[in-house]
């Protein structure tokens, strides 16, 4: 009797060691693959929108690179009003900012002379800068 309870505590310990190996996770499964919805930024969609946002990283280089050429239309030389070229300049505009890029119909689109506006991702960014207290 002693023989054939041991075999059974053997048989089963193998069994369920066995049965447990054998159970395979379906990668899709575990992470499926995010919905996409057009225009919706999200901070899988290759948009970092979650990390603190700061005018040198991550506005500043928005502006050098689609106001005018390296923001000439922004700096301290233009005739515009607003120098975008300093963190100070900035911050003396950002209450127009949101209403120009997103181009709400209440003050001149930006970027101007564009068939376009910013692409949702930099919106999105210079939106959550300035509703977040506009760091430098």
Do not use: R
Not at 99 to 125: H, R
């Amino acid at each position: 009797m002693k023989f054939k309870f041991g075999n059974i505590i053997v048989t089963s310990f193998f069994t369920a060691l066995f049965l447990s190996a054998c159970y395979y996770d379906n990668l899709e499964d575990l992470h499926p693959a995010p919905i996409v919805i057009p225009g919706l930024v999200t901070p899988n969609s290759g948009c970092d929108t979650v990390k603190d946002i700061s005018y040198q990283t991550d506005i500043l280089p928005i502006f050098i690179s689609n106001c005018g050429s390296n923001n000439s239309c922004h700096n301290s030389n233009s005739n515009s009003g607003y120098d975008l070229s300093t963190y100070e300049g900035t911050l003396l505009a950002k209450d127009l900012l949101i209403s120009s890029i997103t181009w709400d119909g209440t003050v001149t689109n930006m970027p101007q002379n564009s068939s376009q506006k910013l692409n949702d991702c930099y919106i999105a960014i210079i939106k959550k800068w300035v509703n977040t207290g506009a760091q430098p």
